[in-house]
């Protein structure tokens, strides 16, 4: 518990919080007196001794339960009070389901929580390791819960009602097995969102004092990017800009020569008697035409808007650049950029594509983009496509990719997401995965820049 204390007490000075050495000291004495066994004694005993300004109150209030309150609320055993003929169909019900979503079912039922472990490999998955804002911990929370099947459990359970219902289960003991699940599932999510709430405090603790530091921010995830950090990283894009594109120019001086052309070569040193006095090489196009179909959903605008930032201060190293925005269905944004700043056109495009409530739909946009924008795709034309994978059960439109991909020259997908949570969920990246020609996972600022530069490397 003193170990526990001097993370919390560490926890509200990395929040902001003044607390002297002399405040701390006061705190465990207080706890020595009144001890720990109630928790809301407890809790008073280091409001009492740590909060002088109340301003602070609010910080303490989130802090103490991401510290003092792992484990969630009680979990029940849901089957406990049921029949034995009601139990009976339940197993017959349950035998229908398979695999992890079985599992997940059984669980729920059984009342059992995560283990220690099982929280530190899903946090693994979502990257909780590289995060340190508070603020992130709906999101982190949520992405957890999709990587332990969250969503396919739900739509299990609906199934599992019906099912149990028309196998004529007592309607009193359907409806409190469905009450209990539930509270199962509540306790589950406050388990983990308590999980994620301490590991973030305690990520905080070691970050470095200098966070804003140009390498550091390099790092740093984009959903975990604070107001002030994103600021300070659009700043340093335009200097991340000009060493891509001093890379860029001398890779070009290099390819200049281009590889020998033999047939040239041959009908220019005719007059010579064949004799290879003059060598002719083909004159390499080392500018590529892009098009970038971006994903402007809530979970993806971090990384659009620094991936259209980037590209538009690279424009001088492409032929022509268009760009594509969806969340439902897609739309044209390149007239943005051509018309206003690279700020300025990402505000009026995310503001005109306001993201709803698991409306993501790639499959309409990749259907509406093959019907009336294919013809902006040619043999020369990288595809980029700027997005999760993610489709909320709608139709994938597998087709429309393939003719997409059979008409570019290159097809690259860049995604935030590991891949062990493609395939996961509502997510269909494993099923467009055999159509690109790479797919690349950035998830910060150096990742982007090290896609960016293959993708201007390798055309």
Avoid at 86 to 95: E, F, H, K, P, T
Avoid at 278 to 293: A, M, S, T
């Amino acid at each position: 518990m003193e170990e526990r204390m001097v993370e919390f007490i560490a926890g509200l000075r990395a929040s902001g919080v003044r607390i002297s050495v002399a405040e701390s000291a006061d705190a465990f004495r207080a706890v020595e007196a009144l001890g720990v066994q109630d928790r809301e004694r407890f809790r008073e005993a280091l409001q009492a001794t740590l909060i002088k300004e109340p301003q602070d109150l609010a910080t303490f209030e989130r802090l103490f339960p991401q510290f003092f309150g792992l484990g969630g609320p009680p979990m029940f055993d849901a089957t406990q009070d049921l029949s034995d003929a009601d139990l009976q169909s339940l197993a017959d019900a349950i035998r229908q389901f398979t695999g992890k979503v079985r599992e997940q079912l059984e669980r729920l039922l059984r009342g059992e929580a995560l283990t220690q472990e099982e929280l530190e490999e899903l946090g693994r998955m979502v990257g909780l390791n590289r995060s340190t804002h508070p603020y992130q911990q709906p999101w982190l929370t949520s992405r957890m819960l999709r990587a332990l099947g969250n969503d396919e459990v739900k739509k299990a359970l609906k199934e599992l009602w019906e099912l149990l219902d028309r196998m004529g289960m007592d309607k009193r003991s359907l409806d409190r097995l469905r009450q209990l699940v539930q509270a199962n599932q509540d306790a589950l999510r406050e388990q983990v969102g308590q999980f994620v709430g301490s590991s973030i405090a305690r990520n905080a603790l070691n970050e470095p004092r200098d966070a804003l530091r140009g390498d550091d921010l390099m790092q740093r995830p984009f959903q975990s990017l604070s107001e002030r950090e994103a600021e300070e990283l659009r700043k340093q894009v335009q200097r991340l800009a000009a060493q891509l594109r001093s890379r860029a120019a001398l890779r070009q001086r290099r390819g200049k020569v281009g590889q020998l052309d033999v047939k040239r070569t041959l009908r220019t040193n005719l007059k010579y008697g064949g004799v290879p006095l003059e060598l002719k090489y083909r004159q390499r196009q080392l500018k590529p035409k892009i098009l970038l179909i971006c994903d402007v959903s809530t979970s993806m605008r971090p990384v659009v808007e620094f991936m259209l930032r980037l590209m538009y201060d690279l424009q001088d190293q492409v032929a022509q650049a268009r760009s594509f925005a969806f969340i439902d269905d897609i739309q044209e944004i390149t007239a943005d950029f051509m018309e206003f700043r690279p700020d300025v056109a990402i505000d009026q495009v995310l503001g005109r594509l306001q993201p709803g409530y698991y409306n993501t739909d790639l499959g309409q946009s990749l259907l509406h983009f093959q019907r009336d924008f294919l013809d902006a795709v040619d043999h020369r034309t990288t595809v980029i496509v700027v997005g999760d994978g993610r489709n909320n059960y709608n139709n994938p439109e597998i087709e429309s990719f393939n003719d997409i991909k059979r008409r570019a020259r290159r097809l690259i997908w860049l995604t935030p997401e590991s891949p062990m949570l493609w395939g996961s969920g509502d997510s269909d990246m494993l099923r467009y995965l055999p159509f690109c020609s790479a797919v690349f996972e950035v998830n910060n600022m150096a990742s982007l820049a090290e896609a960016v530069d293959r993708m201007l490397t390798t055309h």
